[in-house]
């Protein structure tokens, strides 16, 4: 008896190695690490306010001074699923080095990242409003600048 309990253990240990590194490989938790040549460089992390999501096109300046800009892009539907963009362009003299995005509260699956991409010059984030239904999180993105 003692053997089976034993082995059994370690069937769970193992299983919940197998289950965190494919959980922790799919889903970044963090902002990613940092490029140690620009380790010095600002970060901005700013939530995109959620009556501008799920709506008509808009774009606002993120920074108080007036540098960067989110434009947001109609909500397109098709069938009873929907979808937005969301870019994000870095303050002038500066350029993005990585982006991170993240959903918070909300009901769950009302609102989704479907992709991201980062460029020099932008980053876009597409969101997905599957069924148009339930009440959206709240979007938030960070970005990592770079002098221009």
């Known amino acids: ?3 089976l309990l034993t082995a059994g253990a370690t069937v769970l240990v193992a299983g919940g190695i197998v289950a965190g590194a494919a959980i922790g490989g799919s889903v970044p938790q963090t902002m990613p690490a940092k490029d140690p040549s620009v380790s010095d460089q600002p970060s901005i992390q700013k939530a995109v ?3 501008k999501l799920a709506g008509k096109a808009s774009s606002y300046f993120y920074l108080s001074n007036g540098g ?3 434009k947001i ?3 397109v539907t ?3 699923d ?3 963009t969301v870019t994000i362009t870095p303050p002038s003299g500066s350029r993005i080095v990585q982006g991170f995005a993240t959903i918070s509260g909300g009901q769950l699956g009302a609102m989704v990242i479907k992709s991201t991409q980062s460029t020099a010059s932008a980053y876009k984030i597409v969101l997905g409003f599957p069924g148009e ?3 959206p999180g709240q979007l938030t993105f960070r970005l ?5």
């Open 1 to 3: 008896m003692k053997k």
């Open 49 to 51: 306010p959620t009556a």
């Open 68 to 70: 960067g800009q989110v």
């Open 73 to 75: 892009t109609k909500l």
């Open 78 to 80: 098709k069938g009873y």
């Open 82 to 84: 929907g979808s937005q």
């Open 133 to 135: 239904q339930g009440t």
């Open 144 to 148: 990592q600048l770079g002098d221009g």
